[in-house]
């Protein structure tokens, strides 16, 4: 099982920024997928983002896009969410995870497919 470790997280302004990490163990499969979930007091885990292995592509949910990225080292086995143009809603725990998968792209893989996560890093955007 792959394991992953979040480091990054914090308190910040709102306007400001936050560069999450996860470091991830050797990944041997070829085809799977990276994500960032966040999960709010009192709130389901959502999706933010995710990058599909081989390739690179990327989805965002729309609250999103346009302030965060994703992207990842595959050499370093490490994931980034760089986040913009924080907002107070955006507070939340942040979690990676992974899946391997068949399909050519994440967009389809259920939150029930992943199956490797790591233990999660704060963020807190004030107002």
């Known amino acids: 099982q792959v394991q992953l470790v979040e480091s990054g997280g914090g308190s910040v302004q709102a306007g400001g920024s936050l560069r999450l990490s996860c470091a991830a163990s050797?990944?041997?499969?070829?085809?799977?997928?990276m994500a960032w979930f966040r999960q709010a007091p009192g709130k389901e885990r959502k999706r933010v983002a995710t990058?599909?292995?081989?390739?690179?592509?990327?989805t965002y949910i729309d609250s999103v896009k346009g302030r965060f990225t994703i992207s990842q080292d595959t050499a370093k086995n490490t994931l980034y969410l760089q986040m913009n143009t924080l907002r107070p809603e955006d507070t939340a725990m942040y979690y990676c995870?992974?899946?391997?998968?068949?399909?050519?792209?994440?967009?389809?893989?259920?939150?029930?497919?992943?199956?490797?996560w790591g233990q999660g890093t704060q963020v807190t955007v004030s107002s």
């Open positions: 995870a992974y899946a391997w998968v068949h399909e050519d792209g994440c967009q389809d893989i259920s939150f029930y497919e992943y199956n490797s």
């Open positions: 050797e990944i041997t499969t070829r085809r799977y997928c």
């Open positions: 990058i599909y292995t081989p390739g690179g592509t990327t």
